[in-house]
């Protein structure tokens, strides 16, 4: 499994996949990711050292994302990380968590003391369809919740059930209310959740303008940040 990248198309900036602790939550319908997870903590940090040596600092820019929430990260590997902030002159840190974790963000800004972008997996701002069908346990009813703690949102679309009046005001949305966003383009894995083929065609033929906005990134396959597998 690829875990160092860099991003040079847009938003420039190097990536490191990490392993981590299991997903608090772990019990999203649609999301495998969550196999990479361990309870080894020593294996976990050795893997995680020997990933972060390959940051260069070159963009000052560094996003780091595990199978979960940046607070599963073992302690030593986020120390590590600061180490390697320091070191390379990081000024800007992208991190992911669960929405469960939003009361906390605030201590990684005090343990890093650098800029953080939050990335959040709301996945759709229907809030029936996130948490009925996707079983994400996001609670939140409007987008002004979301705004209060996180900068960047993922969503995803192609997803059997999704219609494109939903995809159309989810995008809107990001548009409106976000600098960044990440949109995942559903790939069929070993959950139970099925792409809906018309319905990706749809989203890849009237939504290429989202190509012109230089934080707003499109990843029709998995691995299009270079990472993961």
Not at 137 to 149: H, R
Request: aromatic share 12%.
């Amino acid at each position: 499994m690829d875990r160092y990248s860099k991003v040079i198309n847009k938003n420039l900036r190097e990536i490191a996949l990490l392993k981590a602790l299991p997903c608090i939550w772990g019990k999203c319908a649609f999301c495998d990711y969550i196999d990479d997870n361990d309870d080894n903590i020593a294996e976990i940090n050795k893997l995680n050292k020997e990933v972060l040596n390959n940051i260069t600092g070159e963009f000052g820019v560094l996003e780091v994302i595990n199978s979960g929430s940046c607070f599963e990260i073992p302690r030593e590997s986020l120390e590590y990380i600061k180490k390697i902030v320091v070191e390379k002159k990081i000024k800007k840190l992208f991190l992911e968590s669960h929405w469960c974790y939003k009361n906390r963000l605030q201590e990684m800004r005090d343990f890093f003391g650098i800029e953080i972008i939050f990335k959040i997996g709301v996945e759709t701002f229907d809030n029936s369809f996130r948490n009925l069908v996707l079983n994400k346990n996001a609670n939140f009813k409007t987008v002004d919740e979301v705004k209060e703690s996180f900068q960047s949102v993922c969503l995803l679309v192609g997803i059997k059930g999704q219609t494109k009046e939903m995809i159309k005001r989810d995008i809107n949305l990001v548009l409106e209310n976000f600098k960044y966003a990440t949109i995942n383009v559903f790939i069929n894995n070993t959950t139970d959740v099925k792409r809906d083929e018309e319905l990706v065609q749809w989203f890849t033929d009237n939504f290429k303008y989202l190509e012109d906005y230089q934080y707003i990134e499109v990843l029709y396959n998995n691995t299009d940040f270079g990472v993961g597998d």
